[in-house]
Each structure stands twice: as structure tokens, then as C-alpha cells.
């Protein structure tokens, strides 16, 4: 599992903007969905690994092989454990179809059925 205190560290700099969390405070520059990259130590060992994948491993577990995770709210930049899924990489990329048709936002398939 990820260490706490890496986990802490990341929340520490989270930033909410429309219900997602990004990755920002120290960034206020930049734009928030840019994805970014972290070192955590999982089960002792340093690794560096996309943000959200680490917030993913931290409140859902692990991933199953051959499965990416997923923002369920069509911003790529999100950490937000509620707005994170697994699935498959075809899974993610009819996310990212949706999402640029119909709207960003884990409530957008419900505004849009």
C-alpha cells in the first residue's frame, strides 16, 4: 500500500475546482488538469507514478492487470477518489469520446440521457 505520508503530501496541495481535485496550489499558474507525476512509496519502494493513479491505489486498491484507471469525470487531471475508476484502455478512450461530446463532469452522462 502507499505510505500515509505521501498521501497526506498530496492532499496538502489538492486544490477543488466544480467538485474535481487537482493538483495546484503550489502551481496556481498552471493549468490544473495538466496531468502530474509524484513519488510515493508503495510497500517500501519509492516509485514515481501519475498522481491519480496513486490516490486510486491509496482508497481503492490495486489495479487488475491489463486495466488503467479511469477519470470518471472526463477531466484528466482529477484526484478525487469518487470521480476514479478501473476499466479497460477501450473503456477509457470511449470516456474521453463522451466526455468531449457531451460535457465534463461526473454528472454529465445524467444531464445528457
Given at each position: 500500500?502507499?505510505?500515509?505520508?505521501?498521501?497526506?503530501?498530496i492532499?496538502?496541495?489538492?486544490c477543488?475546482?466544480?467538485?474535481?481535485?487537482?493538483?495546484?496550489?503550489?502551481?496556481?499558474?498552471?493549468?490544473?488538469?495538466?496531468?502530474?507525476?509524484?513519488?510515493?512509496?508503495?510497500?517500501?519502494?519509492?516509485?514515481?507514478?501519475?498522481?491519480?493513479?496513486?490516490?486510486y491505489?491509496?482508497?481503492h486498491?490495486?489495479?487488475?492487470?491489463?486495466?488503467?484507471v479511469?477519470?470518471?469525470c472526463?477531466?484528466?487531471?482529477?484526484?478525487?477518489?469518487?470521480?476514479?475508476?478501473?476499466?479497460?484502455?477501450?473503456?477509457?478512450?470511449?470516456?474521453?469520446?463522451?466526455?468531449?461530446?457531451?460535457?465534463?463532469?461526473?454528472?454529465?452522462?445524467?444531464?445528457?440521457?
Amino acid at each position: 500500500m502507499i505510505d500515509q505520508r505521501d498521501i497526506d503530501r498530496i492532499f496538502s496541495e489538492v486544490c477543488e475546482v466544480d467538485g474535481c481535485w487537482f493538483l495546484g496550489k503550489r502551481w496556481m499558474g498552471i493549468q490544473p488538469m495538466i496531468h502530474r507525476h509524484t513519488t510515493v512509496r508503495v510497500d517500501g519502494v519509492r516509485t514515481k507514478m501519475p498522481v491519480h493513479k496513486a490516490i486510486y491505489l491509496a482508497f481503492h486498491g490495486p489495479v487488475p492487470d491489463r486495466h488503467v484507471v479511469r477519470h470518471l469525470c472526463g477531466w484528466g487531471g482529477c484526484c478525487k477518489p469518487e470521480h476514479l475508476g478501473e476499466g479497460t484502455q477501450s473503456e477509457n478512450m470511449l470516456d474521453d469520446s463522451f466526455h468531449r461530446k457531451h460535457g465534463r463532469g461526473v454528472l454529465a452522462p445524467l444531464r445528457y440521457s
